[in-house]
């Protein structure tokens, strides 16, 4: 049935201000002519033009796809229905949506999904008016019947304490504040998007799920900095800088080699000119590292082996200290001279031999006979590098400067017999004491010791050492026993590398950076005896990479460069100015030194022992190429300086300078004239040496 209604007009509403003109839809149809025009009807006191068209047989099933939206969707689908369909909350503007403007609908489903929307489509006619008006009428019971079943769910004991989803209560789950429904209901009208990391896990990297990333560490900026000049100045010296001709690389790092002699002789004030022609007679006493000591000289063609029976040699490293040598050595006195200028400017200044030479006389430098000796010994007694003079000399030194000893050392006292006073206050003190002691001889340190635990053990010890009759007299040294981190179930030690140098009356003492970790001497648990006796462990105990033990440290966060490193070089340099004084000084030697550092579990280092020890067992690639960096650099720090190469290279020669490293290894933690300023004096005025403490 067709209602037809009078023409308005003239009295459209202001909603039918933006319906479309009917000659845009007449364009799309060619059946209508243009000239034929559609009068407007009056419903419900709106104007509008009929543009759709339903189809009987489509009734049904739109509606049928209504219902199942509205029972499959989620809370959050039928919240944002809600809001759609109130006019009063959202107002959805779209022009062509003229049904949108009826006075009488009161709510309206998902745009998309409009019955306007779905039969757009279909072409315009004037029968469809009816049909308009049911659907219209369809809809607005469909979701006033929604709003219903939604407001008795709200309000159902079901509906207040489980959430819903898909219309499905589940039971169990605890009851929600309100501060988290109203977070999940605002987590829900959010869009999905920014609702992903909810809904989702992180898609993980390939790397992420194999190689865990490490932990990084922070550093601060001034050691930083320092790290980034360090690199420069390393780079600097492993590359060489290249001018705007090309250079042959040969003759350029021949320049490189010379002038970083020159800069090391200006260091100590010193200025030996370069020959033409000189050749140095060198000889080696020492099985054990003969080969490597020989390689390391062998680019260096200006030195020559001397004969056995031959005396006169300008170089002598042996393994234990040559007294007839040292004594046709002169001893000197300590030199207070400090750098003059930087040295950047000295090498700019001086290319060439006679520029160096002219930059010595200005500078008052000391010119040397080229007829010197050198030696891999200072000249002191045996006793010097033991731990009992090491224990000695750092209590004293930290008692004239108010320090602790306990910051660099374990705690140990030296027991020179049984009625001493210091160990029965020992007893007393550490009586109930938890920690572990170890008890060695002095005389034969580093080959046998004894663990306790408890100073009751220590007593029965040196008691029954004492009541031995064909006992020597002999000391005894307590320390109390460090447990160090562990690697792998193993106990490690670190062993870094120390060198002093006496070159013209200036003592500089500069460490290795490189180091290894061994295997700890002192390996038990649980006790099984009062007291243990033990056995050094031979060095041929396999050793572990720096770089390992450094990753290992990273894994820990533990930043090695920063934390620890910075105080194995604070605990060296006060060892060093502890037995500055007691150093005798000549020209010209150097001493190469064990120290052995422990770190604990706190990742603090402990300063164990000092030693000149330099065997090594060569049975791995890594300990050969840190054995030959590390006497390299050796002898660039005391011979190359003593005994500059000649000026001139053979043309068979040039090409040795392949073998010569650019990098040195090696950094200044001590400076007589800097850091051996008042040492002295300081010994002297406050607590004079007494002949019968010390062993000298």
């Given at each position: ?138 809809v607005i019971d469909d979701v006033k019947l929604n709003n219903t079943k939604l407001k008795k769910l709200e309000k159902s004991p079901l509906g207040k304490n489980a959430p819903v989803h898909n219309f499905y209560y589940q039971k169990g789950v605890k009851q929600l504040q309100p ?419 422990v770190i604990d579990n706190q990742y603090k280092p402990w300063l164990i022992d000092v030693k000149p020890k330099t065997e090594f067992n060569q049975s791995s690639d890594y300990i050969k190429e840190f054995v030959q960096q590390l006497f390299d650099n050796t002898i660039q720090l ?59």
């Open positions: 049935m067709n209602l037809k209604m009078p023409s308005i007009h003239k009295l459209h509403t202001d909603s039918n201000q933006n319906i479309p003109q009917p000659h845009n839809d007449n364009l799309k149809r060619q059946d209508i002519s243009p000239s034929e025009k559609f009068p407007s009807y009056l419903f419900t006191n709106h104007s509008f033009q009929p543009t759709l068209k339903i189809q009987a047989t489509q009734k049904a099933s739109i509606f049928c796809q209504r219902k199942e939206t509205f029972l499959n969707s989620s809370y959050r689908d039928i919240s944002q229905c809600d809001i759609y369909g109130s006019l009063q909350k959202y107002k959805i503007e779209k022009q062509d949506d003229n049904l949108a403007r009826f006075r009488g609908r009161k709510k309206s489903i998902k745009q998309h999904q409009s019955p306007y929307n779905l039969n757009q489509q279909s072409p315009t006619s004037i029968k469809n008016i009816e049909s308009q008006k049911k659907i219209l009428e369809n501060f988290q429904i109203e977070k999940s209901v605002k987590d829900l009208m959010r869009p999905f998007h920014q609702q992903r990391e909810n809904l989702l896990s992180p898609i993980q990297t390939e790397r992420s799920l194999i190689y865990p990333q490490r932990p990084q560490i922070k550093r601060p900026k001034e050691f930083l900095d320092k790290l980034k000049n360090r690199l420069l100045k390393r780079k600097q010296t492993m590359y060489l800088p290249q001018s705007q001709i090309q250079e042959d690389p040969i003759q350029r790092k021949l320049k490189h080699f010379q002038k970083s002699i020159f800069e090391n002789q200006c260091i100590h004030t010193i200025y030996i000119r370069p020959s033409a022609i000189r050749i140095q007679k060198y000889k080696i006493q020492d099985p054990k590292n003969e080969n490597i000591l020989k390689r390391c000289l062998s680019f260096r063609w200006w030195w020559q082996e001397a004969d056995e029976t031959d005396e006169d040699v300008q170089f002598l490293w042996t393994s234990q200290a040559s007294s007839s040598f040292l004594n046709k050595q002169r001893s000197r006195h300590i030199s207070d001279k400090i750098e003059f200028q930087p040295f950047e400017q000295i090498l700019k200044l001086c290319d060439n031999v006679e520029d160096q030479m002219k930059f010595a006389i200005e500078q008052k430098l000391c010119l040397l006979s080229p007829f010197i000796k050198i030696h891999n010994h200072v000249d002191l007694m045996n006793p010097f590098w033991t731990k009992k003079n090491l224990i000695y000399r750092l209590k004293k030194y930290c008692t004239l400067t108010n320090q602790n000893f306990c910051d660099f050392c374990p705690f140990s006292i030296i027991v020179n017999n049984l009625g001493e006073e210091q160990l029965y206050e020992f007893i007393r003190n550490y009586k109930t004491s938890t920690d572990i002691w170890i008890v060695l001889k002095c005389e034969n340190e580093g080959q046998k010791f004894q663990v306790c635990e408890n100073t009751k053990s220590i007593f029965n010890f040196i008691h029954q050492e004492y009541s031995t009759p064909s006992r020597n007299q002999q000391s005894f040294i307590i320390q109390q026993y460090i447990r160090s981190f562990v690697y792998q179930q193993i106990k490690l030690d670190l062993c870094y590398y120390l060198m002093i140098t006496q070159i013209n009356g200036i003592v500089r003492a500069y460490l290795f950076e490189q180091f290894y970790g061994e295997k700890s001497q002192i390996n038990f648990s649980p006790f099984e005896h009062e007291f243990k006796s033990q056995q050094n462990l031979d060095n041929d105990t396999e050793k572990i990479q720096m770089k390992t033990i450094i990753e290992y440290f990273d894994d820990c966060r533990v930043d090695y460069d920063y934390k620890i490193l910075p105080q194995i070089k604070i605990i060296i340099c006060e060892y060093i100015r502890s037995v500055f004084t007691q150093m005798p000084v000549k020209d010209h030697n150097f001493e190469l030194l064990q120290v052995k550092i005391s011979v190359d300086i003593l005994f500059p190469s000649p000026s001139i290279w053979p043309k068979e020669k040039k090409r040795l300078i392949d073998v010569y490293p650019e990098q040195n290894d090696f950094v200044v933690i001590f400076d007589s004239r800097m850091d051996g300023q008042g040492l002295k004096s300081l010994f002297e005025e406050k607590q004079p040496e007494s002949n019968n403490d010390d062993e000298f």
